[in-house]
């Protein structure tokens, strides 16, 4: 067997020389499969899961090779035409099994945390985010009264296992009324290509913004206790 990657792992193929034929590999990997016969055939097929079949290139009378693209667990066998011309389905099964592309993570960390910040404010934080085979892009998520709002943080054009960076969000870039209740995390995309993007998230921060009417109406209420 020969496991060819898909190119966003930036992993190099890999040759088995003594395999026992099953398959275990990530989504979009192609597999070379060759084989030989211990006796003469005409051709023969790959046979998946029982239901798609891929024609093998005979090299001669006993040597065959295919390419499997690997899209989902099953197994594989091998059907023989023999000399006659009558087909024979080996009955020795392959297990294709899938590995998982981990979704990356990040963690957030806050530089001047407040519960109360001005619509003119400016919220400074540094960031960690880390995934298997490369990093896509950062965004801020940011909910105002239950409505939700994408900021991008920073996009990644080459393979990038680890970011560490800092980021400064300047309120008056959305639109911020008093009293608005926000809420905001940091969501990274992995730059899986198959089935991906895989997406991570920080933990959840939250802050009010300043009401000068609602403290003034406090103030009022607090006198009036006194």
Same mark, same amino acid.
């Given at each position: ?14 040759? /088995?020389?003594?395999?026992?034929? =099953? #398959? ?14 211990? #006796? ?6 790959? #046979? @998946?899961?029982? +239901? ?16 499997? /693209? ?10 023989? +035409? ?10 020795? $099964?392959?297990? #294709? ?7 990356? =993570?990040?963690?957030?960390? /806050? ?19 880390? !995934? !298997? ?13 239950? $409505?939700?709002? +994408?900021?991008?943080?920073?996009? @990644?054009? $080459? ?50 913004? @300043? ?13 009036? +206790?006194?």
């Amino acid at each position: 067997l020969t496991l060819n990657f898909p190119s966003y792992t930036g992993l190099k193929k890999k040759f /088995l020389k003594f395999s026992d034929g =099953n #398959v275990r590999a990530l989504p979009g990997t192609e597999v070379n499969i060759s084989a030989k016969t211990n #006796v003469p055939i005409i051709g023969a097929d790959l #046979v @998946f899961s029982n +239901k798609d079949s891929l024609i093998m290139t005979k090299e001669k009378e006993t040597n065959l090779k295919a390419s499997l /693209l690997i899209k989902e667990k099953g197994y594989y066998q091998f059907r023989v +035409k023999d000399q006659n011309g009558n087909k024979h389905l080996i009955q020795k $099964k392959y297990s #294709v099994e899938l590995v998982k592309d981990h979704s990356p =993570n990040i963690v957030l960390f /806050l530089a001047n945390p407040r519960p109360v910040y001005f619509s003119t404010d400016k919220v400074k934080f540094f960031y960690e985010g880390k !995934d !298997d085979f490369g990093i896509n892009s950062v965004e801020l998520i940011v909910l105002i009264n239950g $409505k939700v709002k +994408k900021i991008p943080v920073k996009s @990644f054009k $080459k393979r990038q296992k680890e970011a560490k960076d800092s980021y400064t969000w300047p309120l008056s870039q959305i639109a911020l009324n008093p009293g608005d209740e926000v809420q905001y995390y940091l969501e990274i995309k992995d730059n899986d290509n198959i089935y991906g993007p895989n997406a991570g998230q920080s933990e959840t921060y939250s802050f009010s913004i @300043f009401d000068s009417k609602k403290e003034i109406e406090n103030l009022i209420a607090m006198q009036e +206790k006194m």
